[in-house]
């Protein structure tokens, strides 16, 4: 049995939908990052950063596990499902998943806070990391140009990745033109297990994209 500890973000959805994809038994713990969940000792004591996801494995002596790649990689291999063994193939998949964690991640992460959550709008850090943004997801389409899938088959990469993307809208640029990027999106929003973990921890209550970026910008500022 896996606890999961995470919240309603990029990463956290990344370790929910691989564990749907994985069809493995877990409990999920929903940490409220208004309210500095993350940075009680209890949880500063399974991910020391204080940042969200982290896990436990409770069949393995309780042993904890933070940073979403890390924990996407020691599930894969747990379960013996979507990261290869053969020495290039496996290479391949996480040369495509640290992409996403050093850059579509931080840089989409930045264009969210420069153009949804600053009160104070200072465009030329809007337009870099926009563009910075934009430039990664050309090369994603580069990528998938000749082939379905990040790695040679559906794979950790793609759901790392994916879970990002899909919300470029928020971070306030287009995939107009990445016809490639846009129908691996449409491939992956056809999985059960994507829309599924996309919906882990459940959102309690409708609340617009305006008072949404409202919220996370009175966090952001502390």
């Known amino acids: 049995?896996?606890?999961?500890?995470?919240?309603?973000?990029?990463?956290?959805?990344?370790?929910?939908?691989?564990l749907e994809e994985l069809e493995m038994d877990y409990t999920c713990h929903a940490l409220n990052l208004f309210e500095s969940e993350q940075h009680?000792?209890?949880?500063?004591?399974?991910?020391?950063?204080?940042?969200?996801?982290?896990?436990?494995?409770r069949d393995e002596d309780d042993f904890a596990v933070f940073e979403s790649g890390?924990?996407?990689?020691?599930?894969?291999?747990?379960?013996?499902?979507?990261?290869?063994?053969?020495?290039?193939?496996?290479?391949?998949?996480?040369?495509?998943?640290?992409f996403q964690m050093g850059g579509i991640g931080p840089m989409m992460g930045q264009a969210n806070v420069f153009y949804r959550y600053l009160p104070?709008?200072?465009?030329?850090?809007?337009?870099?990391?926009?563009?910075?943004?934009?430039?990664?997801?050309?090369?994603?389409?580069?990528?998938?140009?000749n082939q379905q899938w990040l790695g040679d088959e559906y794979s950790i990469a793609d759901i790392a990745n994916w879970c990002w993307i899909r919300r470029h809208d928020w971070s306030g640029f287009s995939l107009e033109g990445l016809?490639?990027?846009?129908?691996?999106?449409?491939?992956?929003?056809?999985?059960?297990?994507?829309i599924k973990g996309i919906n882990v921890p459940e959102e309690k209550g409708e609340i617009s994209d305006a008072d949404l970026a409202k919220k996370i910008a009175k966090f952001v500022a502390k």
């Open 179 to 194: 016809d490639h990027l846009q129908r691996w999106i449409a491939t992956m929003e056809a999985r059960p297990a994507c």
């Open 40 to 57: 009680q000792d209890w949880y500063l004591k399974i991910c020391p950063n204080g940042r969200i996801p982290a896990i436990v494995d």
């Open 120 to 145: 104070e709008k200072i465009q030329p850090a809007i337009d870099r990391y926009q563009n910075e943004s934009r430039r990664l997801c050309q090369v994603l389409d580069d990528h998938l140009a």
């Open 70 to 98: 890390a924990i996407m990689i020691y599930l894969a291999d747990k379960a013996g499902k979507l990261l290869p063994t053969e020495k290039k193939a496996r290479s391949r998949v996480i040369q495509w998943l640290m």
């Open 1 to 18: 049995m896996i606890d999961l500890y995470t919240a309603r973000t990029p990463n956290g959805f990344k370790v929910s939908v691989l």
